[in-house]
């Protein structure tokens, strides 16, 4: 949106196109973000320990720096210094109090935390009032929440509120973003063919503002596009028009990658959801050998996100493990020294999920990626996790977890026949098995 943060608008979220969508740099290029954001930290740095965090000069840098932050995911940096600085803001008032409570509501939002966001963004409306921006923030958030009327209360406001902005020639509101939102709205309400124009013509405004140069939120509806196709594709009974359907998801999502590694860098999450994404539609048009690069490189870029979501993290490891399973039913070999390969990947999520809250969920993972490490002929490895996963499993009730019990318990008892054999009777074993 227009207008920086006393409008109200929020930079582009984390892993999905559901997002609030902001006004993007001059040149969106990571190279470039890449330097400003070490002066900027070296600048701040300074003036925070000469001037003091509360002068404003000092409060101004760090409003640039956290614009860098935001835009590179540096999510854990943007907590560690907002936790000092909004009380700092609210106390001053004014313009500071709407950026200060506005940068946390942002990081909130990445890190998913939408009932925390959406309160911000409450209070941030008590203080300015209703704006075209900062509506389309709100019906953003009500969206991630699963309030999909709310949402579309706020998107119908947000329009309402850009006409009259534009009659008085005061443009604080981004049709693009609303748009993007409205049609997010109709997916989720099945209205696939209508969310499909919505977020073409959003997609088209977002391009015009870009004038040519790479734009993340041209990749954010994008991915939106792909994803409808690929919906659209599945009641299609026209095989001609499903196939156009699912060659054009390819493209679109090829397009995301590229413009994503781009403004967003190699290993960003918006990278990784792409990624996903057309690892999803290659893998719908056949090309699974294809899909399994794309699902291995978006799992290495879940794992190390500062925001980790165990969600995503499953869907794109079940992808992942689902692919090579799709090959072996091509009557192609299962290719262990793949899976030998995710090992550094699945290392990094165990570590990440290990510092979460110990429960069925984290037990779902360790089940997992002890299959995975299975596959690969880690069956120590393999055995540690299960065990780990039925300890978990077993704090739930029994009735819930007792066939994810039996099936870890089977194939740890599997992996400890084979621990003591040699590799190449263990493989041989493993291959027989299997």
Partial sequence: AQGGYGSGAAPPAASSSDAPAAEEPMEELVELQLQEEVRLEKLFA???????????????????????????????????????????????????????????????????????????????????????????????????????????????????????????????????????????????????????????????????????????????????????????????????????MEEEAIVREEENVTIFEVTCGEDSPLTASALKGLGEALKRRGRVDEAVKKFARSYHFEAQKDAFDLLAIMEVHNALFNAHLALVKQGKPLDRDAFRSYMPTVDIAIKRVDDMKQDANAGAYYKVAGELKAFAEDYAGAAALLERAVHLFKTEELEKVESLIKGCEELKDFCDSLISKPTASSSSSSRSRR
Avoid at 80 to 100: A, F, M, S, Y
Avoid at 217 to 234: C, D, T, Y
């Fill in 46 to 244: 300074e003036q925070r320990a000469e001037k003091g965090l509360d002068d404003e000069t000092t409060l101004e840098t760090f409003f640039k720096l956290f614009d860098m932050w935001i835009q590179l995911y540096r999510l854990n940096k943007c907590m560690e210094v907002l936790v000092d600085v909004v009380p700092i803001c609210r106390q001053k008032g004014g313009n500071l109090h709407v950026k200060g409570v506005q940068a946390l509501a942002f990081t909130l939002w990445k890190q998913s935390h939408f009932k925390e966001a959406i309160l911000l963004f409450k209070e941030i409306e008590e203080l300015i009032g209703s704006s075209a921006a900062l509506c389309e923030n709100m019906g953003h958030t009500y969206s991630s929440m699963g309030n999909y009327d709310e949402a579309s209360n706020y998107f119908k406001r947000a329009l309402l509120c850009l006409d009259e902005e534009e009659k008085y020639g005061k443009k604080t509101g981004d049709r693009a973003g609303i748009l993007l939102g409205l049609g997010l709205i109709e997916d989720r309400l099945g209205r696939f063919e209508q969310a499909l124009l919505a977020v073409r013509e959003s997609q088209k405004l977002f391009r015009d503002r870009a004038q040519g140069k790479p734009s993340s939120l041209v990749a954010k509806a994008g991915m939106s596009i792909a994803k409808i196709l690929l919906k659209l594709a599945l009641q299609e009974s026209d095989e001609s028009k499903r196939i156009e």
